[in-house]
């Protein structure tokens, strides 16, 4: 099982462990210096001289035994050979490559390091009482499997510890693209209530002031109502908006308005009947839907009064609803062309994207294109579950 490169350490890291690697050397280096002096009265320059510089050598050598590990390991465990006091250091580089968990190159190492043993005795010569050789071999095999252990362990703990941090980063991004969706979500349906509350009362009204901009032929009387239309649109719109920001700053105080729902489909062909559309409303409806069908139905009478009254005004509009409980509901709007020409308002390109995605979100389906007489067609279908069977279901 591999592992990814060990992260680099810091100063202080690094000098306490090469310091209790040379600690561990140090009791073994006395040990030997004793026996030298009570055997032959001398200790020799290799041990006061030779024996330090290598093992100063080995644990400079350590500090690149995560660049190079089996390199340093080798070359530290073979040198360890040539010095008492570089025993710690050996058991250091074993550890640190134990740490990779890699079967091969810890077996290799370990192997080194048992067998430097057996040639370490010969290097001064001491006098010692002869022993078996599974004797000689079970001391340094022990110490290299408790090595081996310790670095496998650290390994471990390593992993684990860089796997929790990974998901601990990875919940964090998730969460940022989570809120990041959501405020996407969130501005759109926003956008699309602006739209739907606002473009409907807004085209009325700009097609009242445009029917009374161009037409002189009017009474006083249908100036009247135009003029009241228009003040009681733009009251409504605002009121409308009041409503929309509202919610946007989430008052509590303030309650979320109700929302419209099929029962109000009579009073929206009315509203565009006084801005000067002749609109004629038929439906065949048997039964009341839930609230989210009779809210999409709503907003598909409303951007469809709305464009008939942007593109055609003063044309005829003719709604049709026709639906049961357990089949579709079937919503059309069909408007003839335009019989006056009046100044464009600006359009905003979104009603019917958002219209689209709305029906699409409900499962059902919209379709919208010109007629032949150059009029516009707008139907859409809406699943309608039995409220009676799902209870049962």
């Known amino acids: 099982m591999n592992t990814d490169v060990a992260p680099r350490l810091g100063w202080w890291q690094q000098t306490w462990r090469l310091g209790?690697?040379?600690?561990v050397g140090i009791p073994l280096w006395l040990s030997i210096g004793v026996l030298l002096r009570g055997q032959t009265d001398e200790t020799g320059s290799w041990f006061v001289i030779g024996d330090p510089l290598v093992a100063v050598g080995c644990l400079t050598a350590l500090l690149w035994r995560r660049r190079f590990p089996l390199a340093v390991a080798m070359t530290v465990v073979i040198a360890s050979t040539a010095s008492a006091l570089a025993s710690g250091a050996a058991i250091l580089a074993l550890i640190s490559i134990s740490t990779r968990r890699r079967p091969v190159e810890i077996a290799v190492v370990a192997l080194a390091l048992v067998t430097a043993s057996q040639f370490a005795g010969g290097l001064y010569p001491v006098q010692s009482p002869p022993s078996l050789l599974w004797y000689q071999l079970a001391l340094p095999a022990l110490i290299a499997?408790?090595?081996?252990?310790?670095?496998?362990a650290i390994g471990a703990r390593r992993v684990e510890v860089r796997s929790l941090r990974d998901r601990a980063e990875s919940a964090e991004r998730e969460q940022t693209a989570r809120a990041a969706q959501a405020r996407a979500l969130e501005r759109n349906r926003i956008a699309r209530e602006m739209h739907d509350v606002l473009a409907h009362r807004i085209s009325l009204v700009a097609m009242q002031a445009g029917v009374l901009d161009h037409?002189?032929?009017?009474?006083?009387?249908?100036?009247?109502?135009?003029?009241?239309?228009?003040?009681?649109?733009?009251?409504?719109?605002l009121e409308e908006l009041r409503d929309v920001l509202g919610v946007l700053r989430a008052d509590p105080d303030r309650p979320e308005p109700p929302q419209p729902s099929l029962d109000r489909i009579p009073e929206l062909a009315a509203d565009a009947r006084t801005s000067g559309l002749d609109v004629t409303l038929t439906t065949t409806v048997a039964g009341t839907p839930s609230d989210a069908v009779g809210r999409t139905c709503y907003r598909i009478v409303q951007e469809g009064l709305t464009n008939a009254a942007k593109h055609a005004p003063g044309a005829h509009v003719r709604i049709t609803l026709e639906g049961t409980a357990g089949g579709d509901l079937s919503v059309g709007v069909h408007n003839s062309p335009a019989t006056t020409a009046t100044a464009q308002p600006p359009t905003s390109g979104f009603g019917l994207l958002g219209l689209t995605e709305r029906i699409s979100l409900a499962g059902g389906e919209l379709s919208h294109h010109p007629t032949p007489d150059n009029g516009y067609s707008l139907t859409a279908r809406l699943p309608w579950p039995n409220p009676t069977h799902e209870k049962r279901v």
């Open 20 to 23: 209790a690697a040379a600690a």
């Open 145 to 152: 499997g408790i090595a081996v252990a310790t670095g496998m």
């Open 215 to 237: 037409r002189d032929d009017l009474t006083a009387e249908e100036n009247r109502v135009l003029v009241r239309g228009i003040a009681d649109g733009s009251h409504q719109a």
